[in-house]
C-alpha cells in the first residue's frame, strides 16, 4: 500500500486492538471487587438492598466481561501473525507470563463467573461470596501478570541476549522489574477508580432522574466513600511511577515533558506548563514556563538533573512528541479533577447533613458526576499512549528495535484484517450500547428478596430402607 509499510500497518493495528480491549477488563476488576463489597456487606446485614445491588450491578459485569473476552482474542494472534519475529526473540519470558496469566487468572475468572451469575439460591451465601471473591481475585492476578509482561518490555531485567534470542537468567528479576510495582499500582487502582466513576455517574444519573433514589443513593455513597482515598492515591502512584520514568526511560520523560537540553549542574530544569514540541527543530516552537519546577517534579530536588531529548540521539527518541506531550497532561489533568470532584462532593454531602432531599437539590453536581463518566476511559486510554509510545522506538526497551520485530508479511493482509477487526469491534461497541442502554432503562428490581437458602441444601437426604 502506498505510503504505508508493514511496520507502521502493524503497530496501527496492534494500537486499535488495545485501545479498544483495554475499555473492558478496567471495568471488570473495579465491578467484580464493588460485587464482593456489597455482597460481604449483605452477608453480614443480610440487608436486602445489599443483596440487590449486587444483582443490578452484576448484569454490567457480565455484559462488560462478554466484550473483554471477545475483544481481547485479536490481540493475542498478532504475536504470532504481525510479531513473529518478537514472539521469537523475546517468546522465553512473555510465553510464560501471558501462559501464567491464562491458567491463573482468566481460567479463575470464567470458572467462577457462572456461579457468581446464576448460583442465586442455588449454592450458600458463604459459597456465592467465595466464588464472587474469586473472580475478584481472577481479575486482579490477570492484570498483575499482564502489566509485569508490558513493564519487562520498559525495563528489561534478568535476562541476557544469546544469539539473538533474549533468555531469562533470573525470572524474580524479570518478574520485578524496576518499572513492575509503580507499573501494577498504577494499572489496577486506575482501573478501580474508572469503576468507581461509572458506578458514582450511573447513580448520579439517576439521583437527577430521582428514580430509585434510596438505591442509587447507596451505590453513590459507596463509590464516593472509596474515591475519597482512590483519587489522591492515584496521584501519588502518578507522582511516583513518573519520578521512575525519568530514571529508567529518560527519552520517555523529556518527551512527555517537552524537555530538550539538558539543565546545567546546580540548575534547576524548567517545567512547560503548555507549549508546542518541533521535534525536526529540537525544541518548542512556543512554552509557557516554571522555572526550575520540572527538578522538583522529576527527581523531588530543586537541581536534579533532566537530560534533555536533543541530548539523546534522535534514532533512540520517541516518535510523536506532541502526542506524548498532551496524552501525559490530558491523563494526569483528569486525575486531579477526580481528586477535586471527590472532595467537593464529600463535603458537599456533609454540608447537607447528610439530609438526601438536601444532597439531592444540588444537581450541577451530580450532573457534574455523569459527564465525568467518560474521563477515567480517557485517561487511562492517554495513560496507556504514553506509555506504549513513549517506549518506542524500543519493543523491548534498550534490547529489541520495534523495526526488528515485526513479521514479514504483505501490507495489504495487514490492513485487510485491520479493517476487519474495526468492523467487528463497531459491532461489539453497538451490541454493548443496546444491551447498556436497556439495563440503564429498566433499572434495579427492588421487589426481588434474598434467597434464604439453597434449595439443594435444604433437601431431604434420602434414607436407607431396611
Not at 434495579?444 to 430402607?465: C, E, F, K, N, R
Amino acid at each position: 500500500m502506498s505510503g504505508f509499510d508493514v511496520l507502521d500497518l502493524s503497530r496501527a493495528q496492534f494500537a486499535m486492538t488495545a485501545i479498544f480491549h483495554i475499555l473492558w477488563p478496567i471495568l471488570t476488576i473495579s465491578m467484580s471487587l464493588f460485587l464482593l463489597i456489597v455482597e460481604g456487606l449483605w452477608v453480614r446485614t443480610s440487608d436486602p438492598m445489599y443483596y440487590r445491588q449486587a444483582r443490578y450491578w452484576g448484569k454490567l459485569l457480565v455484559l462488560n466481561f462478554a466484550v473483554g473476552v471477545v475483544s481481547g482474542i485479536p490481540m493475542e494472534f498478532q504475536f504470532g501473525t504481525n510479531w513473529a519475529p518478537f514472539s521469537h526473540s523475546a517468546g522465553q519470558f512473555i510465553g510464560n507470563i501471558l501462559g501464567f496469566e491464562g491458567a491463573m487468572a482468566f481460567m479463575l475468572e470464567a470458572g467462577f463467573i457462572g456461579v457468581m451469575m446464576f448460583g442465586w439460591g442455588r449454592v450458600s451465601k458463604g459459597t456465592h461470596l467465595f466464588a464472587t471473591g474469586m473472580v475478584a481475585l481472577g481479575s486482579t492476578i490477570s492484570s498483575f501478570w499482564i502489566m509485569v509482561a508490558n513493564s519487562w518490555m520498559q525495563t528489561p531485567a534478568g535476562v541476557a541476549v544469546v544469539d539473538g534470542k533474549i533468555v531469562v537468567t533470573d525470572y524474580f528479576a524479570a518478574i520485578f522489574n524496576p518499572d513492575m510495582v509503580w507499573a501494577v499500582g498504577h494499572m489496577w487502582v486506575a482501573a478501580v477508580e474508572t469503576g468507581l466513576f461509572v458506578i458514582a455517574g450511573i447513580s448520579a444519573y439517576h439521583l437527577l432522574k430521582r428514580r430509585n433514589t434510596e438505591f442509587f443513593m447507596r451505590s453513590f455513597k459507596l463509590a464516593l466513600l472509596t474515591l475519597v482515598f482512590v483519587a489522591p492515591l492515584q496521584v501519588w502512584l502518578g507522582d511516583s511511577s513518573g519520578v521512575d520514568v525519568f530514571e529508567t526511560q529518560p527519552a520517555k520523560g523529556a518527551a512527555i515533558e517537552g524537555h530538550w537540553h539538558t539543565n546545567a549542574p546546580g540548575k534547576g530544569a524548567a517545567w512547560s506548563l503548555l507549549a508546542w514540541p518541533n521535534q525536526d527543530k529540537q525544541e518548542n516552537d512556543w512554552s509557557i514556563e516554571v522555572p526550575g519546577m520540572l527538578s522538583v517534579i522529576a527527581t523531588h530536588s530543586a537541581t536534579g538533573k533532566i537530560t534533555g531529548l536533543a541530548d539523546i540521539p534522535r534514532a533512540d527518541q520517541p516518535p510523536m512528541v506532541p502526542l506524548l506531550y498532551y496524552a501525559f497532561r490530558v491523563m494526569a489533568g483528569i486525575g486531579m479533577w477526580f481528586v477535586l470532584l471527590s472532595f467537593w462532593t464529600a463535603y458537599a454531602w456533609r454540608k447537607t447533613g447528610a439530609r438526601l432531599d438536601g444532597f439531592l437539590a444540588n444537581r450541577k453536581l451530580l450532573l457534574a458526576w455523569v459527564l465525568t463518566i467518560p474521563l477515567p476511559y480517557i485517561a487511562v486510554e492517554a495513560g496507556w499512549i504514553v506509555r506504549e509510545v513513549g517506549r518506542q522506538p524500543w519493543i523491548v526497551y534498550g534490547l529489541l528495535r520495534t523495526k526488528d520485530a515485526v513479521s514479514n508479511i504483505p501490507a495489504h493482509a495487514v490492513a485487510g484484517s485491520m479493517a476487519m477487526f474495526a468492523l467487528f469491534y463497531v459491532a461489539l461497541f453497538i451490541s454493548f450500547f443496546i444491551f447498556a442502554r436497556k439495563w440503564l432503562k429498566q433499572g434495579p428490581d427492588l421487589s426481588i428478596m434474598p434467597p434464604a437458602q439453597s434449595p439443594y441444601l435444604s433437601m431431604p437426604v434420602p434414607q436407607a430402607s431396611h
